[in-house]
């Protein structure tokens, strides 16, 4: 199997947990047809340590250079059986950017043009704006062996693009990814609270493109306060972790740890190596919010009461098309809005727990339907 747009080692720990989800569910897929497996994952080089791992794992490094060169991505196409594209989630859509998009149809176009299966993973869709985007997406789509999408939201998008085939309707892939350790952090009730350096840098640019509609920074101060009266132990939680390079301003956990300089009593939780420590960590709190879709996903998917802090459609998309009702928009909603919707929640928060169970258990039947279509897929290679 060859992944594309999968990440081995991304400062990003939601964009990781996609992989070594998807990893852990064609294992099982490979383990229930008693096949061999072996997987090559085409990933940008990154100082980061790969936390997939394992006899059955081949990391090749992405660049323009490799997908040029006659050795490089067209003789990996030549070799595999079927070809995986996750699009880190998210980013098949023209707001991420020409160049970025442009990428993505010159691999799928390659790989349609050697003949190979082509699975389209759960992912969002869109959206689409440009004529050219739209009508390069419905082609790719069309010629696609299996498409899944993670919410409706993007199955619709999928029709107004007039895609032929409805896509199989599943859930984010992150709910299969297994739990790290669980740490033992004493007996204090834990809200974690998941900060996003992102948003609190005012975005990429520091000029809003995200539409926050509110102050981000402050809104954070007045939950930590607020979970402090409440005689809480914040544990403040970072998802996106960049050492060093021109990711920086998007890190949280620099931003953690300038809020836990600023509000004695909090807890700055550790730098995680990987995704399934974050999700084994976040698995110990007893409330949790966040901004990062996957954290919040991390605690949705272990049974831990959850307000995911919404600043794009992502968020409604995933969480609405399973029942799950306590997201909060940071684009169209006012700090007291969202500051009295988490305070129930809080004080609700055995009930909440009910609605996570069952929300998350319609996730991995629906999660089961791109399994089963997947396993036929590669049963035909």
Request: proline content about 5%; charged content about 20%.
């Amino acid at each position: 199997m060859l992944l594309l747009l999968h990440s081995t080692r991304s400062h990003n720990l939601g964009v990781g947990a996609l992989s070594v989800a998807q990893v852990a569910i064609l294992r099982d897929v490979a383990s229930n047809l008693g096949r061999t497996l072996q997987i090559t994952l085409a990933d940008y080089p990154d100082a980061r340590e790969s936390y997939i791992t394992g006899d059955d794992i081949r990391i090749v490094p992405l660049s323009g250079k490799w997908i040029k060169a006659r050795a490089g991505y067209w003789a990996e196409l030549r070799q595999t059986d079927a070809v995986i594209d996750i699009g880190g989630g998210d980013s098949f859509a023209d707001i991420y950017g020409t160049k970025r998009l442009r990428l993505m149809f010159v691999l799928k176009a390659l790989a349609h043009l050697a003949g190979k299966p082509y699975v389209f993973a759960p992912q969002t869709v869109g959206p689409f704006t440009k004529r050219t985007s739209r009508v390069a997406a419905r082609m790719h789509l069309n010629r696609c062996a299996l498409v899944a999408v993670r919410d409706e939201p993007s199955r619709d998008h999928m029709a107004e693009l007039g895609v032929k085939a409805p896509p199989i309707l599943a859930s984010d892939v992150a709910l299969r990814m297994p739990a790290g350790e669980r740490p033992a952090l004493g007996d204090a009730t834990k809200v974690g609270l998941n900060v996003s350096g992102l948003l609190m840098a005012g975005g990429y640019t520091g000029r809003n493109e995200f539409g926050i509609g509110l102050d981000y920074p402050a809104l954070i101060d007045d939950l930590i306060a607020y979970f402090h009266t409440q005689k809480a132990e914040v544990h403040l939680i970072p998802h996106v972790i960049v050492p060093d390079g021109p990711m920086v301003g998007e890190d949280d956990f620099r931003a953690c740890e300038a809020l836990a300089a600023r509000h004695p009593g909090t807890v700055l939780a550790p730098a995680f190596a990987n995704p399934s420590a974050a999700k084994g960590y976040i698995s110990a709190m007893d409330f949790f919010l966040g901004a990062r879709m996957h954290a919040c996903i991390a605690a949705f998917s272990t049974g831990v009461p959850v307000v995911p802090m919404a600043y794009s459609r992502k968020f409604a998309g995933l969480f609405g098309s399973l029942g799950y009702t306590r997201t909060v928009d940071c684009t169209s909603q006012d700090a007291e809005t969202i500051k009295a919707a988490v305070a129930d929640a809080w004080v609700n928060r055995t009930l909440v727990a009910r609605e996570v169970d069952q929300a998350a258990d319609r996730g991995r039947m629906r999660l089961r339907r791109y399994e089963d279509a997947l396993r036929g897929v590669l049963a035909k290679t």
